[in-house]
């Protein structure tokens, strides 16, 4: 049978447009151990094609072109331990958006910026947790807290935060 998509590329695809791709493709390489897996340059020197692969996933991207709105992407990436992936992100240049936190379904993860405007949701699944048993977690105060920092610290990053005060939910 026909696959939709060529060998090593997953059904979707994340595309990240940047002022400067050459950078944004270091950035991911040092903060997600990401493997480029080339790169197209145009006679402007701009990058007209990229593709750097991220666990199982080929992330594509290219150079912003003058008059394109700014347009920053939302991302998702899965790893072993993510306080330490968020940390690697940070000594790569990332801004914390929202801290590592233990989420209800069965996840510890948070948010980076990336030097580019980007923002990663850095996730690790520490425990499987059934659909029901998370939804009923989702009424413990600890993780209404939890949901609560995650959407204020990524709605303050998303509107530039004026008066937000968000606080930290700590692990028991």
Do not use: C
Request: no cysteine.
């Amino acid at each position: 049978m026909h696959e939709r998509q060529p060998d090593g590329y997953t059904t979707v695809a994340p595309w990240v447009v940047t002022d400067d791709t050459g950078t944004w493709l270091d950035f991911v390489s040092a903060a997600f151990d990401g493997k480029e897996q080339g790169r197209v340059p145009m006679d402007d020197g701009s990058i007209g094609h990229a593709e750097i692969r991220v666990g199982d996933t080929v992330v594509l991207a290219f150079d912003r072109r003058e008059g394109w709105p700014v347009m920053p992407s939302l991302l998702r990436i899965w790893v072993d331990d993510a306080d330490e992936t968020m940390r690697n992100a940070v000594e790569a240049g990332a801004t914390i958006v929202t801290e590592s936190l233990d989420q209800a379904f069965g996840q510890r993860g948070g948010r980076v910026r990336d030097p580019f405007g980007n923002i990663w949701w850095v996730s690790s699944q520490v425990e499987e947790v059934p659909f029901e048993e998370a939804m009923r977690r989702l009424g413990e105060p600890r993780y209404q807290q939890a949901m609560d920092v995650a959407q204020k610290t990524l709605d303050a990053e998303l509107t530039g935060g004026a008066g937000t005060s968000v606080g930290i939910v700590q692990a028991d």
